[in-house]
Structures are given as structure tokens and as C-alpha cells.
């Protein structure tokens, strides 16, 4: 489309109506395609013109584009838009990028929207692995960001047959009609599920801004903590990179952050196995198999 057409006003609102005739049949969330290849200029225009309309609208920028280009969707009106998340592997590519995500100017208008994989994109972290892979994936994205999804069936049932030489699935939806088994379960499916209520039960997990790297001695581990803002939820959560082989290792638990004190016992409640274990002091010990579940998501309350 010509948006910048010499008849552009009758464009804008005839675009703008179509919206508005989803928003009347009960749509509230926009998932636009590639909106960073269209007019930068409409999209301020139509967002700013449905938000003074409607309450509770959102528009998410299903964007993969260079970083100031996604930088800008945010600038102008996007609630939220995809990351660079489903690229970065390492422990240090996490830190640096939760960093810049959280601890500079960028956290004033960009709202990070974490996808393990998308209708287009199977990852590498994905391509031809098993449900550690997947577990891990979903662990990092539902519990450092506020904001998260998956493209549903291809990631609940562990699919990830890769087209040769491409981040894409062999055989994908957008070319073929899929009928699934919907009553399928399986260990994906079943952390999805705890996942999603863990995040609904914890405030501290329904906020992107608090999460506090912690140091460990094993850089297959990733330990971070995220607190309410109330200062009544606090977790420490600990994932390993490895969905082969278990890790272990021992993480450093911010003390002062959670109220306690040197020599002060505590507990923290695993809320993804209901295992519950005693602590004391800043460095304690955990371990983590690949064919458990490679994450913990500890409660931390005063002994």
C-alpha cells in the first residue's frame, strides 16, 4: 500500500476502520506483521487515534529488524514488541541484553515481549533438540520478562524438525493444514501450565524492571532474582543453560535485597516441585538435571 497515497486521509481512515471493526466484535490484542516496513508515520497516527477511542487496546510489533528500527516501533505508540531474546544463548548475552533492556533509557518506552519461537522462526536453541531445550527456553522467557508467548502446538509438542540450512520448520502451518490432538500431554504442556500459574500467583513475576543478576561459579547457570515491588514477593530463580548433562554449582543469594540477615536461616520453596530446603548465609549450592526440569523458581520467606 501507498500510504503516503494523494488521497492518504481516506486511506488512513478506511485502515483505521477495519481495526475499529475488530475491536467492536470483542478483539482486543494486535499481533501487526513486519509493521517496521510500513509507515512509521500511520502507526502513531492509528494507535494514538484507537487509544483516545478505546481503552485496554494493544498492538503488538512483530518486528525482527535492526535494533533502533524496533526501538522506534516502541517510541511511537507500540504496548509491546518483540526481542532479540529468542537469539541470545549465553550467559553473558542474557546479562548484557536484560541489562540494556531494564537499566537504561530504553525501559522509558520499549516493552519486551519474549517469544521462544514464532509461526516463522525455529531457532537454533531449538533445532533438533529434545524438552530440556524447550523447558529452558520457556523458563527464561516467563520468568524474565513479564511478557511472554510461543506459537502454540510447534512449541507445546516439542516440534523441531528444521528445514535445511534455515531457522524455519519443515513442515510449517503456514503451508499446511495441521489437525492436532489437542488432549496430548506431555512434560512441555505440563510446565506451561505451572508456569502460568506460578507467574498469576507471584507479583514479582509480572514485572520485567526488577530482575537483579546474581553471581554463581558455574557459567552454565543463570541466577537471578526479582522482587515485588511491595517487597512481600520475593524469588530467586536459577536455570541452566544445558539440556544435556546436569549442572551444579553454587549461587550467591542477595541478602540485603530479601531482608535477611548474615548466620539468619531462611527457606525457599521451589514453586515448579514443591520441594522446600532450608539455607543460611549468601552462598548456597544447587544442582540441576536436564531430564527433571532445568530451572528452579525459588520462594524465599524468613525461616
Same mark, same amino acid.
Given at each position: ?62 518486528? *525482527? ?8 516501533? +516502541? $517510541?511511537?505508540?507500540? =504496548?509491546? @514488541?518483540?526481542? !532479540? ?69 510447534? *512449541? ?8 535445511? +540450512? $534455515?531457522?524455519?520448520? =519443515?513442515? @510449517?502451518?503456514? !503451508? ?89 536461616? !531462611? ?37
Amino acid at each position: 500500500m501507498n500510504f503516503e497515497t494523494a488521497d492518504w486521509e481516506n486511506l488512513w481512515q478506511e485502515l483505521k476502520s477495519v481495526v475499529e471493526y475488530w475491536i467492536d466484535k470483542g478483539v482486543k490484542i494486535f499481533r501487526v506483521d513486519n509493521p517496521h516496513t510500513k509507515s512509521f508515520i500511520f502507526w502513531e497516527w492509528l494507535i494514538r487515534e484507537i487509544n483516545l477511542k478505546y481503552d485496554g487496546i494493544l498492538f503488538l510489533a512483530e518486528a *525482527f529488524t535492526r535494533p533502533r528500527i524496533m526501538e522506534k516501533l +516502541g $517510541k511511537i505508540g507500540f =504496548t509491546q @514488541s518483540y526481542t !532479540y531474546f529468542t537469539w541470545r544463548n549465553s550467559k553473558e548475552e542474557f546479562i548484557e541484553y536484560m541489562t540494556e533492556l531494564t537499566k537504561t533509557d530504553m525501559r522509558d518506552y520499549f516493552r519486551p515481549n519474549f517469544w521462544p519461537n514464532t509461526p516463522d522462526i525455529l531457532p537454533i536453541s531449538l533445532e533438533n533438540k529434545g524438552e530440556p531445550s524447550f523447558l529452558i527456553r520457556l523458563l527464561l522467557a516467563g520468568t524474565l520478562s513479564s511478557n511472554y508467548g510461543m506459537y502454540g502446538p510447534l *512449541f507445546e509438542f516439542g516440534l523441531n524438525e528444521a528445514y535445511p +540450512g $534455515k531457522e524455519e520448520y =519443515t513442515r @510449517s502451518e503456514k !503451508y499446511e493444514v495441521k489437525h492436532w490432538d489437542w488432549n496430548r500431554q506431555n512434560k512441555i504442556k505440563e510446565v506451561i501450565t505451572s508456569l502460568n500459574q506460578i507467574r498469576k500467583e507471584n507479583k514479582a513475576l509480572q514485572s520485567t524492571w526488577n530482575v537483579e543478576f546474581c553471581d554463581t561459579d558455574n557459567n552454565q547457570l543463570l541466577c537471578y532474582s526479582k522482587i515485588s515491588e511491595d517487597k512481600e514477593n520475593k524469588l530467586l530463580i536459577a536455570v541452566s543453560f544445558d539440556p544435556e548433562h546436569s549442572q551444579a554449582g553454587w549461587v550467591k543469594v542477595p541478602l540485603k535485597d530479601f531482608g535477611l540477615k548474615e548466620n539468619e536461616p !531462611y527457606s525457599v520453596t521451589d514453586l515448579l516441585s514443591g520441594n522446600k530446603y532450608f539455607w543460611e548465609n549468601e552462598w548456597n549450592y544447587v544442582a540441576l538435571h536436564p531430564q527433571a526440569i532445568p530451572a528452579h523458581i525459588f520462594k524465599v520467606e524468613k525461616a
